[in-house]
């Protein structure tokens, strides 16, 4: 016979309201008690919108306005339960009381499957790495790591190939900004002789000569291939659905990918590690000097490698930066944090969201949801 589960941890008003005094963010639901102070600066609305709400109930606030939140941002909240609150669960903790409010209820048919999470039970064992046994899950596979948790994630038995897995985001500017500067003043340089043609290769008489001021042009260019190819990359590779009878393909999409949609807030993986990073680098490289002159493929290229730090660096804030409200990379943050909770197949731009509005993959809007 299992062993009963331990009973829940209850805390008086006057005990959270010692914490909250302390800089701590701990709402509720009914009588259940979250801490979310670790997760504040993640919150897609905003940190402020979340101390705003401390020691408030926070049921009405999931079901909207401004937007119901998703059964895995309620899942999500499980992992921050700390107890129950003593007394009357209805209204906000002041002073030590609970004062006494309206509150509207969570979901019904969620509430049972909420009080239920438990995450030492899982399809996996966390305390082993964690590739090789994605790839026996299967069918099960895709409804669970689009279920996201606030976990580490190790993938690798060898702490060699774990550590190359991983990377700080500065190594993303301190690695190749120094490159693209290198590339971008070489073929400036090379332009600058007046020497190269376009379409020279095809045929010399109907060749263009390329002068000085192509460069900016050239540049921009690459920088927009950068950020088509990131859509493409996006959503068709790393959210392509691996059949559930291959175990390698599994594995391949849970590296790519699936192990930041299963722990969106791994800093350690939210950015490019240098060493796979520099062959995907590379391979787009001899794409360009394979198909055009050298200076004009270098010059698309340097652009291409800005467009990819800043994705990268933007991709990283996302996460983990705190913009202000009404501004773009705001709102989306707000974007792709819907990408990551509620609408996997689409919303694939990350630095813009201008190949969603031409590919028609823009995160549908929500109907407005008006107060009470």
């Known amino acids: 016979m299992a062993p009963a589960p331990p009973p829940a941890v209850s805390f008086s008003p006057a005990e959270v309201q010692r914490r909250l005094a302390a800089g701590a963010c701990w709402v509720r639901c009914g009588a259940r008690l979250y801490d979310l102070t670790g997760f504040v600066r993640h919150h897609p609305g905003g940190e402020q919108l979340l101390r705003a709400r401390a020691g408030e109930d926070v049921s009405a606030d999931l079901d909207g306005p401004p937007h119901r939140h998703s059964a895995n941002a309620r899942r999500w909240l499980e992992q921050y339960y700390v107890g129950e609150l003593k007394g009357d669960p209805q209204g906000s903790v002041e002073n030590g009381t609970v004062t006494s409010a309206n509150t509207q209820k969570t979901d019904p048919w969620m509430e049972p499957k909420l009080k239920a999470v438990d995450w030492d039970k899982d399809l996996v064992d966390w305390q082993k790495p964690l590739l090789w046994q994605v790839g026996h899950l299967g069918e099960k596979y895709d409804e669970w790591v689009h ?5 580490p ?5 060898s702490d060699l190939i774990e550590a190359l897995s991983k990377s700080v985001w500065y190594n993303v500017p301190i690695i190749w900004m120094p490159l693209m500067l290198y590339f971008s003043w070489s073929h400036y340089r090379t332009l600058a002789q007046g020497n190269v043609r376009l379409f020279e290769s095809f045929s010399t008489e109907y060749s ?3 002068p000085q001021s192509a460069f900016p042009g050239l540049f921009v260019m690459g920088v927009l291939l ?13 959210h392509m659905k691996p059949p559930r009878d291959s175990h390698y393909l599994i594995m391949l999409h849970f590296v790519l990918h699936g192990q930041h949609h299963k722990a969106p807030f791994d800093e350690s993986r ?3 590690p240098p060493v796979p990073a520099s062959l995907g680098i590379a391979f787009f490289y001899v794409i360009l000097r394979l198909l055009l002159p050298e200076a004009v493929g270098g010059t698309m290229f340097a652009g291409g490698l800005l467009g990819y730090i800043i994705y990268d660096m933007i991709h990283y804030y996302l996460h983990f930066g705190s913009p202000h409200k009404g501004s773009y990379l705001y709102n989306m943050k707000a974007y792709h944090a819907k990408h990551h909770f509620a609408h996997q197949k689409s919303g694939y731009g990350i630095s813009s969201k201008l190949w969603d509005h031409f590919f028609h993959t823009l995160i549908p809007e929500e109907p407005h949801l008006k107060m009470q």
């Open 270 to 272: 939210l950015v490019f």
């Open 153 to 157: 994630i190790r993938l690798f038995h």
């Open 208 to 210: 263009v000569a390329l």
């Open 226 to 238: 950068w950020s088509l190819l990131e859509y493409l990359i996006h959503r068709f590779l790393f």
């Open 147 to 151: 279920q996201p948790v606030i976990r």
